[in-house]
C-alpha cells in the first residue's frame, strides 16, 4: 500500500525549532519530487516547500523561506522539514504530498501532523 | 505567490451540476496546463480529484470534471451526491506552487 506517515510535530514557544519528518512506503520513493503542505485552523492550504527527486531543486514560499530547510533521505524513504524561528502563524496541520511527475498533482497524501506554536 | 481566487461557496441540490471557478494569472494558471484540485472532508486530509487541468486519478468518479479557459480553470461536479459535500481547492504550478483560497461545497 502506497503510504505516507508524518511525525515531529508538537507545542514549541515562539522563535524554537522543530523537525518534522514523512515516512514513505509502498513505492519508490526515490523517483518522485515531494512537498510539504500546511492548513492553519480553520484556514486553507498552503503550499510550502517541493524538492525533487535527486534534491537538485528546492523551492519554498515566501512565508517560509529563511527559516524552513526542506531535505530527503532516499536511502531511508524519507522526508523532513526543519522548521526554525517558528512564529505563532506557523501553527498548522502539516501534510507531505507526493507529486505526479512532473508536477502534475499531489496524488498521494500523509495524514498530517500538527504543530502549534505558542508561548 | 498570489493565492487564486475561488469563490468562498457554492450549492446545490442532488443530481444537479455545479462549476467552482478558479482565477489565476497569466504567470499561472494560464501558463501552464498544470492545475490540480483536491477534496477535503473535515478532519480529513486532501484528496486528488483532477490532475493536469483535466485528468482523473484512477478510482476517482466521472461526475467530476475539470477545464480551463484562459486565466481560470473550472472543476465541474455532475450528478451531485450527499458525500460530494466537502472543501475543495485548485493549485496551479507557477515556478512553485500556489492553491486557491477554497469553495465549501453544501449539497442542500
Known amino acids: 500500500e502506497v503510504q505516507l506517515v508524518e511525525s515531529g510535530g508538537g507545542l514549541v514557544k515562539p522563535g524554537g525549532s522543530l523537525r518534522l519528518s514523512c515516512a514513505a512506503s509502498g513505492f519508490t520513493f526515490s523517483s518522485y519530487s515531494m512537498n510539504w503542505v500546511r492548513q492553519a485552523p480553520g484556514k486553507g492550504l498552503e503550499w510550502v516547500s517541493s524538492i525533487s527527486s535527486s534534491s537538485s531543486y528546492i523551492y519554498y514560499a515566501d512565508s517560509v523561506k529563511g527559516r524552513f530547510t526542506i531535505s530527503r533521505d532516499n536511502a531511508k524513504n524519507s522526508l523532513y522539514l526543519q522548521m526554525n524561528s517558528l512564529r505563532a502563524e506557523d501553527t498548522a496541520v502539516y501534510y507531505c504530498?507526493?507529486?505526479?511527475?512532473?508536477?502534475?498533482?499531489?496524488?498521494?497524501w500523509g495524514q498530517g501532523t500538527t504543530v502549534t506554536v505558542s508561548s | 505567490q498570489s493565492a487564486l481566487t475561488q469563490p468562498a461557496s457554492v450549492s446545490g441540490s442532488p443530481g444537479q451540476s455545479i462549476t467552482i471557478s478558479c482565477t489565476g494569472t497569466s504567470s499561472d494558471v494560464g501558463s501552464y496546463n498544470l492545475v490540480s484540485w483536491y477534496q477535503q472532508h473535515p478532519g480529513k486530509a486532501p484528496k486528488l480529484m483532477i490532475y493536469e487541468g483535466s485528468k482523473r486519478p484512477s478510482g476517482v468518479s466521472n461526475r467530476f470534471s475539470g477545464s480551463k479557459s484562459g486565466n481560470t480553470a473550472s472543476l465541474t461536479i455532475s450528478g451531485l451526491q450527499a458525500e460530494d459535500e466537502a472543501d475543495y481547492y485548485c493549485c496551479s504550478y507557477a515556478g512553485s506552487r500556489v492553491f486557491g483560497g477554497g469553495t465549501k461545497l453544501t449539497v442542500l
Open positions: 504530498a507526493r507529486d505526479i511527475p512532473p508536477r502534475k498533482g499531489m496524488d498521494v
